[in-house]
Nanobody
């Protein structure tokens, strides 16, 4: 069982920055790939960024160069630094980890970017 709790969302103007955090319970965090997803209103949930246990990262094209994913295994915490935010980044952001065969999700944190 893994519990994920996101924080750090809020309302920001276009061009601004936010840093999301995801605190994970359990001892499996450091050995797993973890992700950030987002779901805009009325749309599907899409992958934003991934970080492996070794620290390799991957980003959706829409956020490359603006977002940065990182992890602190000592704190069992995942981060997403979001810079140069755009109105189209408005969504509920979720952290995700797969501990086979189960996918675990946090409750989500709302990010709203005003124009």
């Amino acid at each position: 069982q893994v519990l994920l709790v996101e924080s750090g969302g809020g309302l920001v103007q276009a061009g601004g920055s936010l840093r999301l955090s995801c605190a994970a319970s359990g001892s499996t965090f450091r050995d797993k790939t973890v992700d950030w997803y987002r779901q805009p209103p009325g749309k599907q949930r899409d992958l934003v960024a991934t970080i492996t246990s070794g620290g390799s990262t991957m980003y959706a094209d829409s956020v490359k160069g603006r977002f940065s994913i990182s992890r602190d295994n000592a704190k069992n915490t995942l981060y997403l630094q979001m810079n140069s935010l755009k109105p189209e980044d408005t969504a509920v952001y979720y952290c995700h980890i797969r501990v086979y065969p189960t996918d675990y999700w946090g409750q989500g944190t709302q990010v709203t970017v005003s124009s």
